[in-house]
């Protein structure tokens, strides 16, 4: 049994508890989440910030239009036009659903529902609706109007001006 003690790689005295081993892995693991997290948060920051969005879609679009002020940095998402009264348009990339319930008032609200966060993919005899499970929104307020679904629509910000809509 000494032997076994003698070819131990450690130097003399030294001996690797249960706790320093079980400590030392827990900091090692800390270390790489630490790590992980740090350099996509960065990058990520980056590449959603003005250099994709801001550079080429407001540009184009914003050249059409007289000059907006503050709401150039957004582009124009749709044109009222587009939106029928008593329907709505999902813009699935932007996951965003703007309605127009009456004619003029234009609401926006998110494109998941609330029930499993599928993707809605009809606006159709006043309401907004996901086919995973049958739930059906209010196009005027996102209010559930058959369930599974439990919560409203979270409603997203617009800007409309003259004929653009914008996202906030």
Do not use: W, Y
Not at 56 to 68: L, N
Not at 74 to 93: E, Y
Not at 133 to 143: E, N, Y
């Amino acid at each position: 049994m000494t032997a076994s003690r003698d070819t131990s790689p450690l130097p003399t005295g030294h001996h690797l508890t249960r706790r320093t081993v079980v400590t030392a892995a827990g900091a090692g693991s800390l270390a790489v989440v630490l790590i992980g997290c740090g350099s996509g948060d960065d990058s990520d920051d980056g590449d959603k910030g003005a250099s994709d969005k801001g550079a080429s879609e407001p540009a184009g679009k914003e050249g059409e239009k007289k000059d907006g002020g503050g709401a150039a940095a957004a582009a124009v998402l749709a044109r009222t036009a587009d939106i029928p009264v008593g329907g709505g348009k999902i813009f699935k990339d932007e996951g965003v659903v703007v309605t127009q319930p009456t004619k003029g008032r234009f609401k926006a609200f998110s494109n998941r529902c609330t029930h499993k966060q599928c993707p809605v993919t009809s606006v159709e005899g006043g309401t907004i609706n996901c086919p995973c499970h049958g739930s059906k929104f209010d196009i005027a307020d996102g209010a559930v109007r058959q369930s599974p679904a439990t919560s409203p629509l979270p409603p997203a910000e617009i800007h409309v001006e003259g004929d653009a809509i914008r996202l906030a």
